[in-house]
């Protein structure tokens, strides 16, 4: 029997794509079960798009503005599949990505976390992030924050499938934090469940999007960061999982520093700095202090530079070592 897939999209002020977002959900080889898109206050005129979309399964939410976790735990709430894959509103499907994420779900049914691998679209070229698995790799995650520092891409939140259970079972997403809140849960879902992971390409992250989260103005630390901050430093955690925290600590705070200091945000930088050293991570402290000196254009053209390849027409070409 197929497994049941509710899809949510959290939407807020995303008018230009929305459209192009849903097709790509209209058009899977695998219908899902329903698809869920939660508007949350949008003023550009969001939702009034998809609510004149006439499509069999599409439910639009609408709520006032509280924010993406708020926004994704009300559709999971709503959701009636037993299974829950979210997508962002400016972010895209291939048609296969609903039929591999049930592939996925068949030969792990235990697994509370399921992914694939995506494409990165800037400044109108695809970039292909790294992976830590071959590109025919389909099974368990063994030590997932280890994995997912790894190139950082294992897992986002457009190519994220959940057990709906498990998921409510952690308390969803949590709320009232800033960036980094999806992170989170899935830490906590790899830990209690396990991670099934399919290294095939299903779906596109778009970075040209407007009002993208992780190009807006921050002074804060992501909450991924701190977080990952306690568990670091938790007495009791377990050793090789506290190896996995480390790396993936350093990962985040690295190119979240990099990217704060391409943008000018010296607040964050510096905090992020402070919370390296409170985890005792002098090394990290050290890349990240170095950060102040690299010229901000300069970051932005090694941005360009961190994946392994870059997709043209159709090619792809190695940059990476």
């Known amino acids: 029997m197929t497994p049941s897939v509710s899809v949510i999209i959290p939407l807020y002020n995303k008018a230009p794509h929305i459209q192009e977002t849903l097709e790509s959900v209209f058009s899977q080889s695998v219908r899902p079960y329903e698809i869920l898109v939660v508007d949350d206050g949008s003023t550009d005129g969001s939702g009034d798009i998809v609510a004149r979309i006439d499509h069999p399964g599409l439910i639009l939410i609408r709520q006032a503005n509280q924010g993406v ?118 830490i906590k879902l790899a830990h209690r469940f396990g991670v099934a992971h399919s290294s095939r390409i299903t779906a596109i992250y778009n970075r040209d999007a407007i009002n993208r989260a992780a190009s807006l103005p921050d002074k804060s630390v992501p909450a991924s960061l701190d977080f990952l901050a306690d568990l670091i430093r938790q007495e009791g955690t377990n050793e090789q999982f506290r190896l996995g925290a480390r790396l993936l600590f350093a990962q985040i705070a690295f190119y979240t520093s990099a990217s704060k200091r391409e943008s000018g945000e010296w607040e964050g930088l510096l905090s992020i700095l402070k919370l390296a050293k409170k985890c005792g991570m002098w090394g990290l402290t050290f890349k990240i202090a170095v950060l102040v000196l690299i010229p901000s254009k300069l970051l932005g053209y090694a941005r360009h530079f961190r994946h392994k390849g870059i997709l043209k027409d159709g090619r792809m070409e190695n940059n990476a070592p």
Request: glycine share 10%.
């Open 69 to 186: 976790s708020v926004a994704r735990n009300a559709g999971v709430n709503q959701a009636r599949g037993d299974y829950v894959a979210f997508l962002d509103a400016d972010d895209l499907w291939k048609p296969n990505h609903i039929e591999e994420l049930v592939r996925l779900i068949n030969d792990y049914p235990g697994a509370g976390l399921y992914s694939t691998m995506h494409l990165i679209r800037m400044q109108g070229v695809f970039y292909v992030p790294r992976s830590p698995f071959g590109s025919e790799f389909s099974g368990i995650v063994k030590d997932f924050c280890a994995a997912y520092a790894d190139g950082l891409s294992l897992v986002t939140s457009s190519t994220a499938c959940v057990r709906r259970e498990a998921l409510i079972s952690i308390g969803g997403f949590p709320i009232n934090v800033r960036h980094g809140e999806d992170v989170i849960a899935w």
